[in-house]
């Protein structure tokens, strides 16, 4: 049996999911020949311990037992017991945490994260950390940094490793955007109603403003320009935000809801303009030809992968020299913490298969 011991950081929506899917799967695991502990899960403030693993009754034994805590405890408690096969997950999206990951590659652990916020600071950082992993010998996996559980990154980084002739990726790469077109564009209602509704079902962020600014877009398409070798930063993506200049950062989040409606008559003129069998879409695109990266609302045929789409659905359209006429497209639910948490479980099992 290959023991697999987890330190977990970030036991939130994702993080406390993915505890509840691998105690799950335990027998299936086992029958697999691998044994997943989590050995320790954290969140900003405090952390358990348990060198048997956390169990089922983890979130009692949390809220009674966790303890302050330091990396350097960690690393004690882990050297200690002499244990091998460790990974440390970021289920975060803490800025702060991100710069422990060197010091935990350099005491033995591997990475996985759901946290984009390592592959998308300056290049500096992306490139010395993948020095750092290379001097010692450690991976770092990320599948869930883009369409959640969908396998994007894998794919791309497959096709462009075979030598594969990557010339485009375009998609909808955000769940909330993609309820808020799709809606918008299929029934009468006006925008800001879309908007109440997303919230509602809890597909947008407490500030709308951050997902109609498209940042989360541009961080992914970031991501994935960076899996093609390119080097680019977050200020080369060109960005067409939703949010009217008026509505910006310098207003407050209940100014912003009392003034939602003045997003309507533009969205409403737009949606007049469209010619017949289009939709509205708001997608992401890396023109990987000319090196160009936008994120911008276009009108879509709506017969296309993209055009089709349904729900809070994400996709994603690869045009390659194999892929040229008819791209390769992966579609389906891009968000949500049951799908994050599987891609994570995922990136652990493809880990542990190399170790
Ligand atoms: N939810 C999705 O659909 C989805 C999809 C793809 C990727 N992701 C990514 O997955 C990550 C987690 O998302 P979530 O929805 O689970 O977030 P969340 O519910 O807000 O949970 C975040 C967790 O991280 C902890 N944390 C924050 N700073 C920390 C630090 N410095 N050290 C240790 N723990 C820290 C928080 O602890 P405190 O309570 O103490 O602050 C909390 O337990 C994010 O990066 C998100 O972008 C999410």
Same mark, same amino acid.
Not at 142 to 168: F, H
Not at 247 to 266: A, C, M, S, V, Y
Not at 292 to 313: C, M, P, R
């Given at each position: 049996?290959?023991?697999?011991?987890?330190?977990?950081?970030?036991?939130?929506?994702?993080?406390?999911?993915?505890?509840?899917?691998?105690?799950?799967?335990?027998?299936?695991?086992?029958?697999?020949?691998?044994?997943?502990?989590?050995?320790?899960?954290?969140?900003?403030?405090?952390?358990?311990?348990?060198?048997?693993?956390?169990?089922?009754?983890?979130?009692?034994?949390?809220?009674?037992?966790?303890?302050?805590?330091?990396?350097?405890?960690?690393?004690?408690?882990?050297?200690?017991?002499?244990?091998?096969?460790?990974?440390?997950?970021?289920?975060?999206?803490?800025?702060?945490?991100?710069?422990?990951?060197?010091?935990?590659?350099?005491?033995?652990?591997?990475?996985?994260?759901?946290?984009?916020?390592?592959?998308?600071?300056?290049?500096?950082?992306?490139?010395?950390?993948?020095?750092?992993?290379?001097?010692?010998?450690?991976?770092?996996?990320?599948?869930?940094?883009?369409?959640?559980?969908?396998?994007?990154?894998?794919?791309?980084?497959?096709?462009?490793?075979?030598?594969?002739?990557?010339?485009?990726?375009?998609?909808?790469?955000?769940?909330?955007?993609?309820?808020?077109?799709?809606?918008?564009?299929?029934?009468?209602?006006?925008?800001?109603? !879309? +908007?109440?509704?997303?919230? =509602? $079902?809890?597909? #947008?962020?407490?500030?709308?403003?951050?997902? /109609?600014?498209?940042? %989360?877009?541009?961080?992914?398409?970031?991501?994935?320009?960076?899996?093609?070798?390119?080097?680019?930063?977050?200020?080369?993506?060109?960005?067409?935000?939703?949010?009217?200049?008026?509505?910006?950062?310098?207003?407050?989040?209940?100014?912003?809801?009392?003034?939602?409606?003045?997003?309507?008559?533009?969205?409403?003129?737009?949606?007049?303009?469209?010619?017949?069998?289009? !939709? +509205?879409?708001?997608?992401? =695109? $890396?023109?990987? #030809?000319?090196?160009?990266?936008?994120?911008? /609302?276009?009108?879509? %045929?709506?017969?296309?992968?993209?055009?089709?789409?349904?729900?809070?659905?994400?996709?994603?359209?690869?045009?390659?020299?194999?892929?040229?006429?008819?791209?390769?497209?992966?579609?389906?639910?891009?968000?949500?913490?049951?799908?994050?948490?599987?891609?994570?479980?995922?990136?652990?099992?493809?880990?542990?298969?190399?170790?």
């Amino acid at each position: 049996m290959k023991t697999i011991h987890i330190i977990l950081f970030g036991v939130g929506n994702v993080g406390e999911t993915l505890i509840n899917q691998i105690n799950k799967a335990k027998t299936q695991l086992n029958k697999q020949g691998i044994e997943v502990k989590i050995i320790l899960a954290a969140n900003s403030k405090v952390a358990l311990f348990n060198d048997k693993g956390i169990s089922n009754q983890w979130k009692t034994n949390f809220s009674n037992s966790a303890k302050p805590y330091t990396i350097d405890a960690i690393l004690n408690f882990v050297n200690h017991r002499k244990w091998d096969n460790l990974i440390a997950i970021d289920a975060t999206a803490s800025v702060e945490f991100v710069q422990k990951y060197t010091y935990l590659i350099q005491n033995g652990f591997h990475l996985i994260s759901a946290n984009k916020v390592a592959n998308t600071l300056d290049y500096e950082f992306y490139d010395r950390l993948r020095s750092t992993l290379k001097k010692y010998n450690k991976t770092f996996l990320y599948e869930t940094n883009v369409g959640a559980g969908l396998p994007v990154i894998e794919t791309v980084k497959n096709l462009y490793e075979s030598g594969e002739r990557i010339n485009k990726i375009r998609g909808v790469f955000s769940g909330s955007l993609s309820y808020i077109f799709n809606t918008f564009s299929e029934d009468k209602i006006a925008f800001s109603e !879309v +908007l109440k509704k997303a919230a =509602e $079902l809890g597909l #947008t962020e407490p500030d709308a403003r951050d997902d /109609l600014s498209g940042k %989360d877009v541009a961080r992914k398409l970031l991501i994935l320009a960076r899996e093609l070798n390119l080097n680019k930063e977050f200020n080369d993506v060109k960005v067409v935000s939703l949010v009217p200049k008026a509505l910006n950062g310098k207003t407050t989040l209940n100014e912003f809801k009392n003034r939602i409606q003045e997003l309507d008559k533009p969205l409403q003129e737009l949606k007049q303009k469209l010619s017949k069998k289009t !939709v +509205l879409r708001y997608v992401g =695109e $890396l023109d990987v #030809t000319n090196e160009t990266l936008d994120v911008k /609302l276009i009108s879509e %045929d709506q017969e296309s992968a993209i055009g089709q789409l349904k729900g809070a659905d994400s996709v994603f359209e690869i045009y390659s020299e194999s892929y040229n006429d008819s791209p390769l497209v992966i579609k389906g639910a891009g968000a949500g913490k049951e799908v994050t948490a599987r891609g994570l479980f995922s990136d652990i099992i493809k880990l542990s298969s190399r170790l």
